[in-house]
């Protein structure tokens, strides 16, 4: 099972940025979708944004045109790059693997602590 870490999160004003990091590790890690989530205090965890093992990338309606997802050469580590951000966006940040990026609320990898992002003035 790949082990997953994220980090990265932090407090900020609406409209700053924010960059979070995935570390994972595992023999099937390279050969997988990778995604990102997040789950507000009493919401369900939602997909923010996925890329294909090729990468492709597809995301949120809510964070379109906001947040980038990437990957590093190695592919041990994904990235989420937040613009702009607003206090909706206010969450837990997960990153998982799913099956497939056509389904990724269909995940692989275990679930990590997440990191906290609290945009709030």
């Not at 390279?30 to 944004?49: K, T």
């Not at 940040?93 to 990724?104: A, E, G, I």
Request: glycine share 10%; charged share 15%.
């Amino acid at each position: 099972q790949v082990h997953l870490a994220e980090s990265g999160g932090g407090l900020v004003q609406p409209g700053g940025s924010l960059r979070l990091s995935c570390v994972a590790s595992g023999p099937s890690f390279s050969f997988n979708s990778v995604a990102w989530y997040r789950q507000a205090p009493g919401n369900q965890r939602e997909v923010v944004a996925v890329m294909s093992p090729h990468g492709d990338t597809t995301y949120a309606d809510s964070v379109k045109g906001r947040f980038t997802i990437s990957r590093d050469k190695a592919k041990t580590t994904m990235y989420l790059q937040m613009d702009s951000l607003k206090p909706e966006d206010t969450a837990v940040y997960f990153c998982n693997l799913p099956r497939s990026h056509r389904t990724p609320h269909l995940t692989t990898g275990s679930w990590g602590q997440g990191t906290q992002v609290t945009v709030s003035s």
